[in-house]
């Protein structure tokens, strides 16, 4: 099989959730309400499935691996591109999590913002998907030899290995309040040392501590962590969290 083989298969996996979120943003235009518990099983799908397996893999195996080739000018542009398209897709992911909290919390406005995102998805994943699967995945096998080949096929089944095992070790550790981190903690100072608590579930963001789930490195203040960051115990966004007044006891 070819390392792009198993990134096709996923694809289809994709474009499957994505009809059915569209599906969602159509009953929400025609009822006015909103299935958000199906609405949370979709980003948890675009998180860890989309997001993180499948673009972890495309930018952090494959992508990688043709930037050390002489690629065509049009496949360099195809490549910055669908990479610039991973960075907005992961912060609509975020933006959908912010909107379902505003339509659980019962704002009137909420429920149109939420069909209006899953309207934008439901166009966003499949223009992309087609673009790798059409003018890129294919002819850029053309510039790895067979061991190549076997060499990235090899890295994405231990790549996903590695990531499920991290990603439900991450839950169990936060359910089971174990710190985080392996690393050492990094001791603030000042407002970048505020703890910060996730309102919907209690737990706590230490930023000496970071979070290791989420390849967030101990020293890193609330204020900086990234847009699609989330709460590693119950996965709100980071909008759900209030400062806890200073330092740890
Ligand atoms: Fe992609
Ligand atoms: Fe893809």
């Known amino acids: 099989m070819l390392p792009v083989g198993p990134l096709m298969v996923e694809h289809r996996l994709i474009e499957r959730m994505i009809a059915l979120l569209g599906r969602e943003a159509k009953r929400i235009r025609a009822t006015g309400k909103a299935d958000t518990d199906f ?19 495309e930018e952090e195996i494959l992508f ?4 050390t080739k002489p690629l065509s000018a049009k496949h360099r542009l195809v490549l910055e591109e669908l990479e610039a398209e991973h960075v907005q897709g992961r912060k609509a992911v975020a933006r959908l999590a912010t909107v379902r909290e505003r339509v ?4 009137a406005a909420a429920i149109r913002d939420l069909a209006a995102l899953l309207e934008d998805l439901a166009k966003f994943y499949p223009a992309h998907i087609e673009k790798e699967d059409r003018d890129f995945f294919l002819p850029c096998m053309d510039y790895f030899t067979e061991d190549e080949r076997a060499r990235l096929l090899e890295e994405e089944e231990t790549f996903d290995r590695n990531l499920l095992t991290a990603h439900f070790e991450g839950l169990l550790d936060a359910r089971e309040g174990k710190p985080l981190a392996a690393a050492a903690p990094v001791e603030l100072e ?3 040392a505020t703890r910060y608590g996730c309102m919907a579930c209690g737990y706590i963001y230490d930023p ?3 979070d290791a789930a989420q390849h967030i490195p101990p020293g890193t203040p609330f204020d900086q962590l990234p847009d699609e960051w989330i709460c590693p115990h119950c996965h709100v966004t ?10 740890r006891p």
């Open 104 to 107: 659980i919390k019962g704002e």
């Open 190 to 192: 000042g407002a970048a």
């Open 208 to 210: 000496r501590m970071g």
């Open 238 to 247: 980071r909008k759900m969290f209030i400062p806890q007044g200073g330092i």
């Open 64 to 67: 990688r691996e043709l930037k």
């Open 39 to 57: 609405v949370l099983a979709g980003i948890e799908f675009i998180r860890l499935y989309a997001d993180r397996s499948h673009h972890g893999k």
